[in-house]
């Protein structure tokens, strides 16, 4: 008894992937062109129903084009500035002018001029016999969902007149040519005459519609300006009359009498000051006088009087004809003071009338002036008023419009719509696209293996067979196909897996084989018993061992009548030749496997097992254990430690990757080294329709 052999088929401990974040074109490619018949399929299902849509379902329409000139500098009939200013020629102009052509108002006008309401193209009210009808539809949510009466439905006018509208909003689209001031208006419409009408319609309802506007523009302001002219000129009438009653009712003065006045003031001022010193100089001179006189000084009488008369009279005793004469000094001297304060009160006085006078007069003057400048204000803007009254009144029949037509819609000769090449041609991609795709997800969401090469890759064991599906409907038939069909594929299969099996380790060939799977329904009892009977083909004696003694199946293989297994054999209850059965048509021996209450893990962990599988070694070529799925129980793990070589059986295209590695592990964790992978049940259809039709063994097509 020994341990399975790492020699008997490569094998590697990690398998090498590609890298996640690339992309393999080279395998994309594959994929796609491996469903080229799915992608064929779905391109041409595509394209006849792209075909049917262009040619027999769909609705040739036509579309007729309109340009209108945008005149952003317009000459003036008249030379006088416009009241209503021409349009600038910016880009914000232009987005509106656009918007102005596709509003509602002079949709609603085309709609109205061409009696569009009455047209089932745009009132889908009037398409009743159709089930795609808006009145159909109103019909089937007011009675499927709403459960209401259709007869209680009521379309008002407004409710159609707006339906109508959006109906032509959206067949009308206005674009303006980059780069310039001209917009192309485009219609379509099911009608060929009808497109250009709603096109040239709409170009001219837009001339009309700025010089209506321009002229309503122009009467509005007309009547503002004669209004407004009215109310001026009974203000300039009101300012004239205050200025004149003002004038008439004022002593006024003009501004250079304003300024003599001034004049004159400053006069008297400075005759004031001359004549203040004088009297001050005097009536010092007569208060000098007097004390003089008082003091009897008679040289300082005589030096003060300054009179030769006196200075005569004088002597050591002064007489009264010198204080008569001295006396008629001093009168004089207070007569010239008196005079002299007399001439300053006149002058005074004379300072402050003409003061007043300034002053009344100034105020006078400024509310003079005043009333001046707002009588002149009032008729500067009086004539101005007039003369833009005047000037919109001879504007009010010469409006120009700021656009003009460059060029009418033609009636189109053929339709826009549908254009069948470019349907065709999208339709035929559109499949291929959708057919790539489905092709795509399939290969990338699959989770089972369908190629020996995938599998390979993903698990790090080579593959040493692929056996077709047997076409039987029970497990008795696979025995009279491989028997009554030994060229067949799935028999050429077996060989293949059964030559390297053999020539893996020439030295010590494998005696004991193990079979397992990672769970039940993936075809190692049928490769068991079909290896077997190909090994026998050497004349080789061959025992088939069940191994699987909780869920036997032996028996839906073979017409085995009740008896002992190897248990009872293994225990020696019975005798070994006792509970072989030997098949002469298959040349080889059975021995069944039986139910036994003890565990059956315990069992294959004895040494009376191990002494067992030595006896059958010692008496047979070749022994084959089918045993239970890995991932099901431990026996596998534990009969492996027992046998030669062990292969491990995928079912093709439904064991999922997860689950094959993990039995793979599961072994692996034991010291179990597996000899190869079989994949099995592989179906030829299967593999076509995947695109793998000539990647599935030469021997299919050759004996085929």
């Given at each position: 008894?020994?341990?399975?052999?790492?020699?008997?088929?490569?094998?590697?401990?990690?398998?090498?992937?590609?890298?996640?974040?690339?992309?393999?074109?080279?395998?994309?490619?594959?994929?796609?062109?491996?469903s080229r018949a799915l992608i064929s399929l779905c391109g041409l299902l595509t394209l006849i129903v792209g075909?049917?849509?262009?040619?027999?379902?769909?609705?040739?329409?036509?579309?007729?084009?309109?340009?209108?000139?945008?005149?952003?500098?317009?000459?003036?009939?008249?030379?006088?500035?416009?009241?209503?200013?021409?349009?600038?020629?910016?880009?914000?102009?232009?987005?509106?002018?656009?918007?102005?052509?596709?509003?509602?108002?002079?949709?609603?006008?085309?709609?109205?001029?061409?009696?569009?309401?009455?047209?089932?193209?745009?009132?889908?009210?009037?398409?009743?016999?159709?089930?795609?009808?808006?009145?159909?539809?109103?019909?089937?949510?007011?009675?499927?969902?709403?459960?209401?009466?259709?007869?209680?439905?009521?379309?008002?006018?407004?409710?159609?007149?707006?339906?109508?509208?959006?109906?032509?909003?959206?067949?009308?689209?206005?674009?303006?040519?980059?780069?310039?001031?001209?917009?192309?208006?485009?219609?379509?419409?099911?009608?060929?005459?009808?497109?250009?009408?709603?096109?040239?319609?709409?170009?001219?309802?837009?001339?009309?519609?700025?010089?209506?506007?321009?002229?309503?523009?122009?009467?509005?302001?007309?009547?503002?300006?004669?209004?407004?002219?009215?109310?001026?000129?009974?203000?300039?009438?009101?300012?004239?009359?205050?200025?004149?009653?003002?004038?008439?009712?004022?002593?006024?003065?003009?501004?250079?009498?304003?300024?003599?006045?001034?004049?004159?003031?400053?006069?008297?001022?400075?005759?004031?000051?001359?004549?203040?010193?004088?009297?001050?100089?005097?009536?010092?001179?007569?208060?000098?006088?007097?004390?003089?006189?008082?003091?009897?000084?008679?040289?300082?009488?005589?030096?003060?009087?300054?009179?030769?008369?006196?200075?005569?009279?004088?002597?050591?005793?002064?007489?009264?004809?010198?204080?008569?004469?001295?006396?008629?000094?001093?009168?004089?001297?207070?007569?010239?003071?008196?005079?002299?304060?007399?001439?300053?009160?006149?002058?005074?006085?004379?300072?402050?009338?003409?003061?007043?006078?300034?002053?009344?007069?100034?105020?006078?003057?400024?509310?003079?002036?005043?009333?001046?400048?707002?009588?002149?204000?009032?008729?500067?803007?009086?004539?101005?008023?007039?003369?833009?009254?005047?000037?919109?009144?001879?504007?009010?029949?010469?409006?120009?419009?700021e656009s003009r037509v460059l060029s009418y819609a033609v009636v189109p000769v053929s339709a826009s719509a549908?254009?069948?090449?470019?349907?065709?041609?999208?339709?035929?991609?559109?499949?291929?696209?959708?057919?790539?795709?489905?092709?795509?997800?399939?290969?990338?969401?699959?989770?089972?293996?369908?190629?020996?090469?995938?599998?390979?890759?993903?698990?790090?064991?080579?593959?040493?067979?692929?056996?077709?599906?047997?076409?039987?409907?029970?497990?008795?038939?696979?025995?009279?196909?491989?028997?009554?069909?030994?060229?067949?594929?799935?028999?050429?299969?077996?060989?293949?897996?059964?030559?390297?099996?053999?020539?893996?380790?020439?030295?010590?060939?494998?005696?004991?084989?193990?079979?397992?799977?990672?769970?039940?329904?993936?075809?190692?009892?049928?490769?068991?018993?079909?290896?077997?009977?190909?090994?026998?083909?050497?004349?080789?004696?061959?025992?088939?061992?069940?191994?699987?003694?909780?869920?036997?199946?032996?028996?839906?293989?073979?017409?085995?009548?009740?008896?002992?297994?190897?248990?009872?054999?293994?225990?020696?209850?019975?005798?070994?030749?006792?509970?072989?059965?030997?098949?002469?048509?298959?040349?080889?021996?059975?021995?069944?496997?039986?139910?036994?209450?003890?565990?059956?893990?315990?069992?294959?962990?004895?040494?009376?097992?191990?002494?067992?599988?030595?006896?059958?070694?010692?008496?047979?070529?070749?022994?084959?254990?089918?045993?239970?799925?890995?991932?099901?129980?431990?026996?596998?793990?534990i009969i492996g430690r027992w046998v030669d070589t062990t292969i491990y059986t995928v079912k093709w295209d439904?064991?999922?990757?997860?689950?094959?590695?993990?039995?793979?592990?599961?072994?692996?964790?034991?010291?179990?080294?597996?000899?190869?992978?079989?994949?099995?049940?592989?179906?030829?259809?299967?593999?076509?329709?995947?695109?793998?039709?000539?990647?599935?063994?030469?021997?299919?097509?050759?004996?085929?």
């Amino acid at each position: 008894m020994t341990h399975a052999s790492p020699d008997v088929a490569r094998q590697t401990s990690t398998p090498v992937d590609q890298p996640a974040d690339e992309i393999d074109l080279a395998k994309l490619i594959g994929v796609l062109w491996r469903s080229r018949a799915l992608i064929s399929l779905c391109g041409l299902l595509t394209l006849i129903v792209g075909a049917y849509y262009a040619l027999f379902a769909a609705i040739p329409v036509f579309t007729a084009n309109a340009t209108v000139a945008l005149e952003s500098r317009q000459d003036q009939i008249v030379d006088i500035e416009s009241v209503v200013s021409g349009l600038p020629g910016d880009q914000v102009a232009i987005n509106t002018e656009l918007e102005v052509l596709r509003s509602r108002r002079l949709i609603g006008k085309v709609a109205s001029d061409l009696d569009l309401r009455n047209d089932p193209e745009f009132n889908l009210l009037l398409q009743s016999s159709s089930w795609l009808s808006i009145d159909s539809f109103v019909d089937w949510v007011q009675q499927d969902l709403l459960g209401q009466d259709a007869e209680t439905k009521v379309w008002s006018d407004q409710s159609i007149n707006d339906a109508v509208v959006d109906a032509v909003l959206r067949a009308v689209n206005v674009t303006n040519v980059r780069q310039s001031y001209v917009f192309s208006i485009s219609v379509v419409s099911q009608d060929a005459e009808k497109s250009a009408q709603i096109a040239n319609r709409l170009a001219e309802l837009y001339i009309d519609d700025q010089i209506a506007l321009k002229f309503e523009k122009t009467v509005q302001a007309t009547e503002w300006l004669t209004d407004r002219v009215a109310e001026l000129q009974l203000e300039l009438e009101t300012a004239e009359d205050r200025l004149k009653d003002y004038g008439s009712n004022t002593d006024l003065i003009s501004p250079q009498g304003l300024v003599a006045l001034n004049r004159q003031l400053k006069d008297l001022r400075d005759r004031r000051a001359g004549l203040e010193s004088d009297r001050n100089d005097a009536a010092a001179r007569l208060n000098a006088l007097q004390n003089a006189s008082a003091s009897s000084d008679v040289a300082e009488m005589v030096r003060l009087a300054g009179s030769a008369e006196l200075s005569r009279l004088v002597s050591s005793e002064p007489s009264d004809r010198f204080r008569e004469t001295y006396g008629a000094i001093v009168a004089r001297a207070d007569v010239e003071k008196s005079r002299l304060e007399a001439q300053l009160d006149a002058v005074v006085m004379s300072i402050g009338e003409i003061s007043q006078r300034i002053e009344t007069q100034s105020d006078e003057l400024v509310q003079l002036q005043q009333l001046q400048r707002e009588a002149e204000a009032s008729r500067l803007i009086y004539e101005f008023f007039l003369g833009r009254l005047k000037e919109t009144s001879v504007q009010q029949g010469l409006q120009q419009a700021e656009s003009r037509v460059l060029s009418y819609a033609v009636v189109p000769v053929s339709a826009s719509a549908p254009r069948k090449p470019i349907i065709l041609m999208l339709s035929l991609t559109f499949g291929l696209l959708i057919g790539s795709a489905i092709a795509l997800l399939r290969e990338f969401s699959q989770n089972t293996f369908r190629v020996a090469e995938d599998l390979e890759a993903k698990t790090g064991y080579a593959v040493i067979g692929q056996i077709p599906v047997i076409p039987s409907r029970s497990r008795k038939k696979v025995l009279t196909y491989l028997r009554n069909k030994p060229n067949s594929a799935a028999a050429e299969a077996i060989r293949n897996l059964r030559t390297s099996l053999l020539l893996a380790n020439l030295d010590k060939p494998p005696k004991i084989i193990m079979s397992t799977s990672s769970i039940p329904g993936e075809g190692k009892t049928t490769q068991s018993i079909a290896l077997a009977q190909n090994l026998a083909g050497l004349n080789k004696k061959v025992l088939l061992l069940e191994g699987d003694i909780r869920r036997r199946v032996m028996n839906e293989y073979f017409d085995i009548p009740d008896k002992s297994g190897f248990l009872s054999v293994m225990l020696g209850d019975v005798a070994l030749d006792q509970a072989l059965t030997h098949l002469p048509d298959m040349g080889i021996d059975v021995l069944l496997g039986e139910t036994s209450q003890a565990n059956a893990a315990d069992i294959f962990s004895s040494d009376r097992f191990a002494e067992f599988l030595s006896v059958l070694r010692e008496s047979y070529d070749y022994i084959i254990i089918d045993t239970p799925p890995v991932l099901v129980v431990t026996d596998a793990r534990i009969i492996g430690r027992w046998v030669d070589t062990t292969i491990y059986t995928v079912k093709w295209d439904s064991t999922p990757h997860r689950q094959v590695l993990d039995g793979l592990k599961s072994l692996e964790q034991v010291n179990i080294k597996v000899a190869g992978l079989v994949l099995g049940q592989i179906s030829a259809r299967g593999m076509k329709r995947y695109g793998y039709g000539d990647r599935y063994g030469a021997y299919h097509s050759y004996y085929q």
